[in-house]
């Protein structure tokens, strides 16, 4: 197991991440990716450590890897439904979560559909000095850490899957296609990405990332270090001599919001296809932090295809990733 210092108690954001951190976080993953290769898949690292999981927003990847993350490390699960909770006799968020609280819980893992809930919820955690760590898993457009480590991680083990380490993103290109706009994985990756050293390059129809996009969130950085961001209105830009593309879900109820004419149009010009990817590297790969809308972002066979395709990896690679977050965040919790 690393021996990295880790002074966090929350991971809401990957904004002030340093490379640093991000490194411990993939040496961790790695140790808890040979404990899942093993026979006996579970440690006792977390025994006596109670993990909640707020989802208060449907999820099947996320909640379901998070879950077995944590039974992985031995901690006890509690599973928040909101449609069957106190929410529906007018309990608040805040009052859910410190009932929680009372049943003993050390983790929080929250996902919520508005922007700020699991700050607002750490925070408050904070002023009655539970300890309580909270582990953001997606709220509104904002953030979602643990799919952007995720992702990295898989980047990194593809790199070198015998040594695999952050710092081989450095110069790297990598282009992330799609409904930028309203994507928290995207916001994510950009952070995690850049400080990394890798070179992002984004390509959306300017319905979806509007032109400024990349320079307003370049001077929102909180840390003084380069974030070298690129965006691009057509496809081909983004995608010359890249390393790895990263197509992101098509929110299909942007449709209705008239920013798209049509699904087929959007796949014609900004849809990944084998023919598309022949002007990237040689060695370029595809991930796609799913549901995956087959032939609008990504064609089926694409999608399917064993050497260019990463997705069922970064599912797997979610489980390890997760584990190290608890792991980082619940050490000296438990009994």
């Not at 993990?51 to 509690?78: D, G, I, Q």
């Not at 309580?132 to 898989?154: C, I, R």
């Not at 010009?269 to 040689?282: A, K, M, V």
């Not at 972002?297 to 690679?317: A, K, R, Y």
Request: hydrophobic residues 40%; neutral net charge; contains cysteine.
């Amino acid at each position: 197991m690393t021996e990295a210092s880790w002074e966090r108690r929350h991971v809401l954001s990957l904004a002030d991440f340093t490379a640093a951190e991000l490194e411990t976080v993939v040496q961790t993953a790695v140790s808890f990716r040979e404990v899942l290769s093993r026979r006996t898949r579970k440690v006792p690292a977390l025994q006596g450590v109670v993990v909640t999981n707020l989802f208060f927003e449907p999820s099947t990847r996320t909640r379901s890897s998070f879950e077995l993350a944590a039974k992985r490390l031995s901690a006890e699960v509690l599973n928040f439904a909101p449609g069957t909770s106190s929410l529906t006799k007018g309990e608040t968020i805040l009052d859910t979560a410190k009932t929680y609280l009372a049943m003993g819980t050390n983790l929080m893992v929250i996902r919520h559909q508005e922007s700020g809930v699991p700050q607002a919820i750490a925070q408050e955690m904070d002023r009655l000095g539970s300890g309580v760590g909270v582990l953001n898993g997606g709220d509104g457009l904002h953030s979602h850490p643990s799919q952007a480590l995720l992702d990295l991680f898989t980047l990194t083990l593809t790199l070198d899957p015998d040594n695999p380490s952050s710092t081989l993103l450095k110069g790297k290109k990598i282009a992330i296609v799609g409904d930028i706009l309203h994507s928290r994985v995207a916001r994510s990756n950009l952070w995690c990405l850049t400080a990394c050293g890798a070179e992002v390059h984004l390509a959306a129809p300017p319905t979806l990332l509007p032109p400024g996009l990349a320079e307003a969130f370049i001077t929102q950085s909180p840390l003084a270090i380069p974030r070298p961001i690129y965006q691009h209105s057509t496809l081909t830009p983004a995608l010359a001599g890249a390393d790895f593309v990263m197509t992101l879900r098509l929110q299909k109820e942007r449709m209705t919001q008239h920013r798209l004419p049509s699904l087929r149009e959007y796949h014609q010009h900004f849809g990944l296809t084998r023919d598309r990817l022949e002007i990237c590297q040689p060695t370029v790969k595809v991930l796609h932090p799913g549901p995956v809308n087959r032939g609008v972002e990504i064609s089926s066979d694409l999608m399917d295809d064993p050497v260019l395709s990463l997705i069922s990896e970064q599912v797997t690679n979610g489980v390890a990733v997760r584990m190290a977050l608890l792991y980082l965040l619940g050490v000296g919790k438990g009994e």
